[in-house]
């Protein structure tokens, strides 16, 4: 039995596939991440599995029970499944508890645990016209998990929210997972979101489901370079260079492929050390790490290093390690 099973969704608006045959299964508890560029139909499958979205062929299983969609019922949504826009809207000059008393069929122990999980007690008496966004976006949620949902979908929730806000709703998101016993699925485009919090990614890309892995898979072993872009920094090997780097960790150059590598798995020694030899040509400072390119066999990498002792004009020795290599 799956928790939530998304068999061949497709939707077809005019001549444009905004979903092409989607499928994929999701356990309850199971933290799944969608990522993918704007226009990839990552809220469009959010709204088709709540049941906000009409799907052109394919269908959507929650608890065993086929999800319909808004031209099947009178009330679009799905009982159990709660999706959080990213165009939510509170009421106007009305302060927080009377939002929250209003939906509320929580008994007040319930609702006092609710607060406190998504830390807005402090806001109780505050009108919604008071409140900053990261404060408005708390209470969105609050109001949606008054209706006790098992699975929440939440659209870019971390979107315009300044780093204080963005932490406070990444524990608030924890504590709906482990203390309520919520199952999430959220769209994010920052990596940094999603590598850290989920348990499988889902990678989309105009359409079409193009990687299912770990956030480890995913990161190390994306299926191309667009996949690869959406979760940071790279380097693509080709030619020469990707010859001397095959060369020294022993793997086999594979026809009409590159060698993709991120530049934090790039080694650096001294020029006299093993290695493909380079020049520094540049060096940005980032705090906990520093960014250097390097000049090398007619072309140039970037590399990401805790040395601090390199300027422009050092000579290095480059180096990769064997288990880092992988060819898109």
């Given amino acids: ?3 939530l099973e998304v068999s061949g969704i497709s939707l077809q608006e005019r001549e444009n596939a905004v979903l092409q045959n989607i499928s994929f299964t999701q356990q309850q508890f199971q933290k799944i991440a969608i990522a993918g560029e704007t226009g990839s139909g990552k809220s469009t499958l959010l709204q088709t599995i709540a049941g906000l ?20 019922k009178l009330v679009p949504g799905t009982p159990g499944v709660a999706y959080l826009s990213q165009q939510f809207e509170l009421p106007k000059f009305l302060r927080v508890e009377q939002v929250l008393r209003y ?16 830390r807005i007690r402090h806001l109780a008496q505050r ?3 008071q409140l900053s966004g990261g404060e408005r976006q708390r209470i969105a949620l609050a109001r949606l998990l008054l209706t006790s949902p098992k699975l929440l979908l939440l659209d870019e929730p971390f979107s315009n929210l300044d780093m204080g806000h963005k932490q406070i709703l990444k524990s608030v998101i924890r504590d709906i ?6 199952t999430c699925t ?14 499988e990614i889902l990678v989309m890309q105009a359409g079409q489901l193009i990687q299912r892995g770990t956030p480890a898979q995913i990161y190390q072993q994306p299926v ?19 010859k001397a780097f095959a060369q020294q960790t022993g793997a086999k150059p594979r026809k009409g492929k590159q060698l993709l590598v991120r530049p934090e798995d790039i080694q650096l020694a001294a020029d006299t050390g093993s290695g493909v030899a380079g020049l520094v040509t540049a060096v940005k400072y980032f705090g906990s790490y520093s960014e250097i390119k390097i000049s090398l066999l007619g072309s140039s990498i970037t590399v990401k290093t805790g040395n601090r002792s390199l300027s422009v004009g050092h000579s290095v020795a480059v180096s990769l390690p064997a288990d880092r290599v992988w060819y898109i």
């Fill in 177 to 182: 997972s482990e203390e309520l016993g919520i």
């Fill in 1 to 3: 039995m799956h928790f």
């Fill in 127 to 129: 009108q919604t016209n």
């Fill in 53 to 72: 979205v009409q799907p052109t062929a394919g269908e959507v299983y929650f608890e065993e029970t086929r999800v319909k969609g808004p031209t099947e």
């Fill in 224 to 242: 191309s370079a667009y996949a690869a872009a959406l979760f940071g920094d790279y380097n693509l090997l080709t030619g020469p260079l990707l």
């Fill in 103 to 118: 939906a509320n069929k929580l008994s007040a122990a319930e609702l006092d645990r609710l607060y406190a999980i998504c």
């Fill in 186 to 199: 959220l769209i994010s485009h920052d990596p940094l979101d999603t590598l850290s919090w989920a348990d």
